[in-house]
Nanobody
Framework: QVQLVESGGGLVQAGGSLRLSCVASGRTFSSLTMGWFRQAPGKEGEFVAAISNDGDNTDYADSVKGRFTISRDNAKNTLYLQMNSLKHEDTDVYYC?????????????????WGQGTQVTVSS
């Protein structure tokens, strides 16, 4: 089992920045490919970014490329999402997700472990 706990969400003005964190436990963190997803109430979940278990490979949704950066610190069992130039449409609950292995996927169904989510609200 893998436990994931997100933090760092909050209220920010459009154009501002936030950094989300996700601490993992229960499995060797370096064996996990990690991802960030977001979902608003009543809407389908959306892929945001993913990073391979060794941090060498990343993938981003087109909507966040150039604004968001995914990274990880395997020594601290922590995943990050640096979000810059935030827009009102980035308002969502953000979830971190994990899967065993090194392959990157944008489909949420590929990830077997999920955190509880952290709310990001961007005021326009």
């Amino acid at each position: 089992q893998v436990q994931l706990v997100e933090s760092g969400g909050g209220l920010v003005q459009a154009g501002g920045s936030l950094r989300l964190s996700c601490v993992a436990s229960g499995r060797t963190f370096s064996s996990l490919t990690m991802g960030w997803f977001r979902q608003a109430p009543g809407k389908e979940g959306e892929f945001v970014a993913a990073i391979s278990n060794d941090g060498d490979n990343t993938d981003y949704a087109d909507s966040v490329k150039g604004r968001f950066t995914i990274s990880r610190d395997n020594a601290k069992n922590t995943l990050y999402l640096q979000m810059n130039s935030l827009k009102h449409e980035d308002t969502d609950v953000y979830y971190c997700a994990a899967r065993l292995g090194s392959s990157l996927y944008s489909e949420g169904g590929r990830y077997g472990y999920w955190g509880q989510g952290t709310q990001v609200t961007v005021s326009s």
